[in-house]
């Protein structure tokens, strides 16, 4: 597997005039996009392998499959982590069809008794896994902070490697994202179990889910969450899994983000030597109807052990759309921005409301301005309500200083600049963008454009969009909630995992010697 490659080589590279991380990009052919931006401040680079796919793209039936998916991506492939493939796989394809037994099953007794069969077989498959391979060879490089996440369009996996272990990276990163095998499916689920229960007494999740249903209540954003139905996490099926692969792990929807101390020539070359033979396959776009509009003032309830506030929220076109990328976001630092918003002179610190937010939440096909209030001790949240709308209608009557719109858009640049001093801040943003269908240059483009927003087209923008008949309002009570359902776990057999043999894949990997960082010293008498 050693195949040290040089870093001197040549590559054609895509950059923005005026781009204060000078992000170079590059294409391989087929179609994966890589993202390079240079930041020596220390020997270490920082990851994201991104993928454009997330819980809007579950099957209504199988909901939450990408989120345990992304569990599984540090489950190895057929090379990594295996003792015996042959014997290991003779077992997990048996699983996997006792799988799409077990959802097809409507008897519970049945049921029970193919999970009891699924749970013996994984117990005999478990003996030919090499445990958490993955883990120990991330670690052998020096990684930190290991990670994934998933969300409603992105799957992102994060590592920050030093910057001499770019190759081994790039070699074990492209053979877990190769064909990942769902090994210890069973007992990961058993995991996925316990966040679902957890999140459900989280009272953020349920405004989350309450406001989205009332926003977009045919589209996936409002009908799917990320961590899915409880019903849909007890029938999942391997199958499906695959097939979600298949169809979207493919490198023309994938971008890896690098930020940190490299050079972008020879990551390239180690991209198309490691990636490059990845097959690109079409995509399927993502079809979804027009929401309804919002033709009054729309109230949902929900109950939590948290103290209680009020959620608002106004539906918007997504995110490429200029409403979303510019108006949005200059509209929310008026209302709200800690020093000089509407909320913070007129409602916080005249001590009106014990909190009082205003945040946009974009997604790539419908976005949202949100205002979230916490009310004093006494108040209701019906008097919370009347107060922001009271904000609202100053912003449709343009009543705020002149200065301010220039101000807060000074202040978003300057915290964006402050992110980009750390290599998670300029990965976090790439990534963001790619996701999202928002090419980089647009985003370094989109300041000039914001600087020539005037205060007339903010208040028209208002005043075509935030009325007070057209929102959605989630009153978050304080008290027990009858709707939580909670996920029963089945009886799990603790597996027996081989904790000292390793794969060959992990063989090779951990005798390949990689060079030596080489120290830079400041010279003071420069």
Request: glycine share 4%; net charge negative.
């Amino acid at each position: 597997m050693q195949q040290f490659i040089p870093a001197s080589t040549t590559a054609e590279f895509r950059t923005t005039p005026g781009d204060p991380i000078q992000v170079q990009m590059h294409t391989l052919a087929n179609g994966l996009r890589l993202f390079l931006t240079v930041n020596k401040e220390e020997p270490r680079v920082y990851t994201e392998i991104a993928v454009r796919v997330g819980s809007k793209h579950d099957p209504a039936d199988t909901t939450g499959l990408a989120h345990y998916f992304e569990h599984m991506m540090f489950k190895g492939t057929d090379r990594l982590g295996s003792l015996d493939w042959a014997k290991e796989k003779a077992i997990l394809d048996e699983i996997e069809l006792l799988f799409e037994q077990h959802r097809a099953e409507q008897n519970p007794e049945k049921k029970k008794d193919l999970y009891a069969e699924i749970d013996r077989l994984s117990f005999d498959a478990a003996q030919f896994a090499s445990a958490n391979e993955y883990d120990k060879l991330v670690s052998e490089m020096g990684a930190k902070g290991t990670n994934a996440y998933t969300w409603v369009e992105q799957m992102v996996y994060v590592n920050d490697i030093p910057s001499n272990e770019l190759e081994r990276w790039f070699a074990l990163e492209s053979e877990r994202f190769r064909r990942p095998i769902l090994r210890l499916f069973h007992t990961e689920l058993e995991t996925v179990f316990e966040e679902y229960n957890i999140s459900q007494d989280k009272d953020f999740r349920k405004t989350l889910k309450a406001m989205q249903e009332t926003l977009t209540p045919s589209h996936p954003y409002g009908t799917q969450t990320t961590l899915g139905r409880g019903e849909d996490l007890k029938n999942p099926s391997q199958t499906n899994i695959y097939k979600f692969f298949d169809t979207y792990y493919v490198p023309n929807n994938m971008a890896i983000v690098m930020a940190g101390d490299f050079d972008p020539a020879h990551a390239v070359r180690l991209a198309e030597r490691y990636f490059g033979g990845f097959k690109r396959k079409d995509v399927p776009k993502f079809n979804f109807k027009p929401q309804p509009d919002l033709e009054s003032r729309t109230l949902r309830e929900v109950w939590g052990q948290e103290s209680p506030w009020v959620e608002m929220g106004w539906r918007l076109q997504g995110a490429k759309s200029e409403e979303a990328s510019l108006l949005l976001p200059l509209i929310a630092g008026i209302l709200h921005n800690y020093q000089a918003g509407l909320f913070d002179l007129n409602i916080v610190q005249k001590q009106q409301l014990l909190e009082a937010y205003a945040y946009p939440r974009v997604y790539e096909d419908f976005s949202s301005l949100l205002l979230m209030a916490k009310p004093r001790e006494g108040q209701s949240l019906e008097a919370v309500e009347k107060i922001l709308l009271q904000e609202i209608a100053k912003l449709r009557r343009g009543e705020f200083e002149d200065w301010l719109l220039e101000a807060v858009v000074k202040d978003m640049k300057l915290s964006e600049i402050r992110s980009f001093e750390k290599n998670p801040g300029r990965a976090n943003a790439i990534t963001s963008a790619y996701i999202l269908g928002v090419e980089w240059t647009d985003m370094v483009r989109r300041w000039k454009k914001l600087a020539k927003i005037t205060k007339a087209e903010v208040v028209a923008f208002a005043q075509k969009t935030f009325h007070d008949n057209n929102f959605a309002v989630v009153y978050k009570h304080t008290g027990d909630d009858p709707a939580v359902m909670k996920v029963e776990k089945p009886p799990i057999t603790p597996i027996e995992v081989n904790r000292e043999g390793a794969s060959g894949f992990a063989q090779e990997f951990l005798a390949w010697e990689m060079p030596e960082v080489s120290p830079q010293f400041v010279d003071f008498k420069k």
